[in-house]
């Protein structure tokens, strides 16, 4: 079974902007979007079989004028629609099952406060078994990935590269592998951003291989990241990369590089427990509140 590319869509405009890149993703996976709405996605759900069949016109409403948004915005394209019943996250993580790709708007704030993701987003994030992306609504970037019908039905990337937030103590290969097909896509390259802090003392280099000090912390990290990606150069030799070696947090330089990238990919690992909440990591935390690009969340073991 071919999986979708599927957006939550509501009357938001955040969500129309995340539905609008979900038609942009499945045309360059060749796939139609899906467009879904969840009926009562903020309001308790009654038992009362009257009441739902109330709401249905209303979610028909809503899908349908999500259709005519996304159809303005990548004509051609074809969109496939559906209305889901109770909690919100629930209805979502059901279909991230089916999906290749979950795509979710949240509400931007001012510079300084970040962006507001809200709880039923915060929930799919942390539990979803497919990539989240998250879309807001904002300024100038958001029109670098609206749709290009003069390019056979190509959405264009507007040149920018997709960022990859790789932690070299734990690099997983199902999120460096959704970077650099996000790349391919889009026809262009991969910036990869990772992370160091300077030890005080002796300590094992990357790998857990020797010991080494300070100062030579900053060329061992930068060449076991390049020897991390080298087997994905070989898989993808037509996406330029880039690495960036920073010192510090991992946060601050990934959303210093987002401001000019087209898309941000971070990893998210997977728990075992059957209910883990809203809880994701603190990286994740911070890209998700304060990056000016779509930011993709990629669970991994």
């Not at 709405?37 to 028909?60: D, F, K, N």
């Not at 303005?72 to 979502?92: H, M, T, Y």
């Amino acid at each position: 079974m071919t999986r979708q590319v599927i957006a939550g869509v509501d009357e938001s405009r955040e969500s129309r902007a995340a539905a609008v890149w979900a038609a942009c993703e499945a045309s360059r996976r060749e796939v139609p979007p899906r467009l879904l709405h969840v009926r009562a996605w903020c309001t308790p759900v009654s038992s009362g079989a009257s009441e739902s069949a109330s709401r249905r016109p209303v979610a028909l409403r809503v899908l349908r004028a999500a259709e005519q948004y996304v159809r303005a915005a990548c004509p051609g394209v074809r969109v496939a629609s559906e209305q889901a019943e109770g909690p919100g996250s629930r209805a979502l993580l059901s279909a991230a099952e089916e999906a290749a790709v979950l795509v979710l708007g949240f509400r931007g704030l001012s510079a300084l406060t970040g962006f507001v993701l809200g709880s039923v987003a915060r929930a799919v994030v942390a539990r979803a078994s497919c990539p989240v992306v998250l879309v807001r609504v904002g300024r100038a970037p958001d029109d670098r990935w609206r749709y290009d019908a003069r390019r056979a039905g190509v959405p264009r990337a507007g040149g920018r590269d997709v960022v990859l937030g790789l932690d070299l103590n734990d690099p997983c290969d199902e999120v460096i592998d959704f970077a650099f097909d996000a790349a391919r896509l889009r026809n262009t390259g991969v910036r990869v951003v990772s992370a160091w802090r300077a030890p005080s003392v002796l300590s094992l280099g990357p790998g857990e291989v020797g010991l080494i000090d300070g100062p030579q912390w900053s060329e061992e990290r930068r060449g076991f990241q390049s020897a991390v990606l080298c087997t994905w150069r070989d898989k993808y030799p037509t996406v330029a990369v880039t690495g960036d070696i920073v010192e510090g947090r991992a946060s601050p330089p990934l959303v210093r590089a987002a401001a000019e990238a087209c898309l941000l990919v971070v990893g998210r690992r997977t728990r075992e427990e059957p209910y883990v909440g809203t809880r994701t990591g603190p990286v994740t935390h911070a890209v998700s509140r304060h990056a000016r690009c779509p930011v993709a969340v990629v669970p991994h073991s």
